[in-house]
């Protein structure tokens, strides 16, 4: 009797179980922007407004995850979301800069937008730099100013 009791437990502990484990996964390019800021504009001299290098520029990091994979174009101002009576709709030059693994990437004219190819994937800050001139008043008048452009990531 004891013979068999043994044999039993034996049975019991040879057995072993497998499971099968599976790896996976989406992969994908994506281009994200982080830490925006707004610029800021100051008055130098009678006609223009800087805001790039007496003023404030706006700030925003693009991250990319591919390089050449994705370009980024800014959209020059349509005109101004608030300005006195009489300012110039036009006379708009955005001047940005790129810091990070792109900074020698430079932006190119496209119709109404600039833009600069990704080359290297990475985190960059683009400081988006804009100045204003005044075309056809003498001397800008008092009061409040303000106006924006649009900055994409898309697709190369």
């Not at 989406?26 to 290098?53: E, H, K, W, Y």
Request: proline content about 5%.
């Amino acid at each position: 009797m004891k013979k068999a009791l043994f044999g039993l437990m034996a049975l019991f502990a040879v057995q072993a179980y497998a499971e099968t484990l599976y790896f996976g996964g989406n992969i994908s390019s994506s281009c994200t922007f982080v830490n925006a800021t707004n610029g800021r504009f100051s008055q130098v001299g009678p006609r223009n407004l800087d805001a790039l290098n007496v003023g404030t520029p706006a700030s925003i990091t693009v991250v990319n995850n591919k390089a050449s994979a994705f370009k980024v174009s800014i959209t020059q101002p349509a005109g101004w979301i608030q300005a006195p009576t009489g300012v110039s709709t036009s006379g708009f030059q955005l001047q940005p800069r790129v810091v990070g693994p792109n900074a020698t990437s430079g932006f190119a004219p496209n119709g109404s937008k600039i833009e600069t190819v990704l080359q290297r994937q990475g985190s960059d800050r683009i400081d988006v730099g804009l100045l204003f001139e005044e075309t056809s008043l003498t001397a800008l008048p008092d009061g409040e100013y303000s106006t924006s452009v649009t900055i994409l990531c898309e697709a190369n």
